[in-house]
């Protein structure tokens, strides 16, 4: 099994950037669907960027589309989300998970990391 640590959230202004790190171990990312997904206060926890295995294909909430970017990186088993032009709307605790299925339902994944919190002000 995979294992995922989340970092690089923090407190940053509304236009800002961050980018998310989401570190694997035990097996390489590559073997999964990768997804980022976040969680606000009273919100369910909702699909933010995916990425099949291989990384051929990704895709995004509407939300973010255009703004956020999801990338791996295999030498580093590391896999990115990029957040640019950021919105006190993305406030949330971010999240990193693998799967062995493309999705974007939070029930399709099997792991999951500890989260990591993305505060924007206005």
């Known amino acids: 099994q995979v294992q995922l640590v989340e970092s690089g959230g923090g407190l940053v202004q509304a236009g800002g950037s961050l980018r998310l790190s989401c570190a694997a171990s035990?097996?390489?990312?590559?073997?999964?669907?990768m997804g980022w997904f976040r969680q606000a206060p009273g919100k369910q926890r909702a699909f933010v960027a995916g990425m099949n295995r291989g990384g051929g294909r990704t895709y995004y909430a509407d939300s973010v589309k255009g703004r956020f970017t999801i990338s791996g990186d295999n030498a580093n088993n590391t896999v990115y989300l990029q957040m640019n032009s950021l919105k006190p709307e993305d406030t949330a605790i971010y999240y990193c998970?693998?799967?062995?299925?493309?999705?974007?339902?939070?029930?399709?994944?099997?792991?999951w990391g500890q989260g990591t919190q993305v505060t924007v002000s206005s």
């Open positions: 035990g097996r390489t990312f590559s073997m999964y669907n």
């Open positions: 998970a693998a799967s062995s299925a493309a999705s974007i339902i939070p029930g399709s994944y099997n792991y």
